[in-house]
């Protein structure tokens, strides 16, 4: 697949299929995700690969923890603010996500059924945590993770995989630590839920949109 036709086919998927992955083909994934740039070529990430029934155990505590109204602590904070024009992108695809499931705006059941299901990761027969050591200036640190986890999601849709970069995966790295037997020497910086896409799902398949070229670019000459 060329790269400019990965970079703009990819979407992210909210429904999966049941089918795993073969663990293979994560690992051809993974293989080549590590040649991502890095700065200083420090390579500074940490990825847990999590499928079977550590992901089950997860999918549950996380979607319970979601039910119950926990506090979200991830390691790294949420924006609590946005300027309004990036704000109302996020509201938008928020529409158009809900728009695709038909939940109305006012049923605030369904949009819990929808929210449980991304704390079950949509499905995903596997999950990708990407981590830093805790000693790690966060800042660059970041901007590392940002790039191998591109690459790994752009690397799965080559292959024929969907992915779904979810913050939804990071919000109680307590529990995730305590279940997948984590130290508290790593620091969680986010996730990735990643399978076969449902074909034919109107979530999967919804008009994207992006900011226009000129609107983000500043030429000088």
Sequence with gaps: MDVFEA?????????????EVPESLLREILEAARWSPSW?????????VVTGEKLKKFKRANRQMQLDG????????????WPEHIKQRYN????????????PRGDK??????YSDMASLFGAPAMLLFCLDQGIA?????????????????????????SCILSAT????????????????????MGA???????????NEFARERTSLDSLTLWLK
């Design 7 to 19: 970079v703009t086919a990819r979407r992210s998927i909210r429904k999966f299929r049941a089918d």
């Design 40 to 48: 200083g070529n420090t390579q500074p990430w940490e990825i847990i």
């Design 70 to 81: 926990a506090l979200p602590q991830p390691d790294t904070t949420m924006p609590a603010t």
């Design 92 to 103: 938008d695809v928020g529409k158009s996500v809900l728009t695709a499931l038909n939940i």
């Design 109 to 114: 059941e369904a949009r819990q059924r929808y």
């Design 138 to 162: 966060r800042e660059y640190g970041m901007l590392d993770i940002g790039a191998i986890l591109q690459t790994t999601c752009l690397l799965a849709h080559a292959r024929g995989l969907g």
């Design 170 to 189: 990071v919000l109680y790295p307590a529990m995730a630590r305590e279940l997948l037997s984590l130290p508290s020497s790593k620091a969680i910086i």
């Design 193 to 203: 839920a990643l399978g076969y896409p449902t074909a034919g799902a109107p979530v």
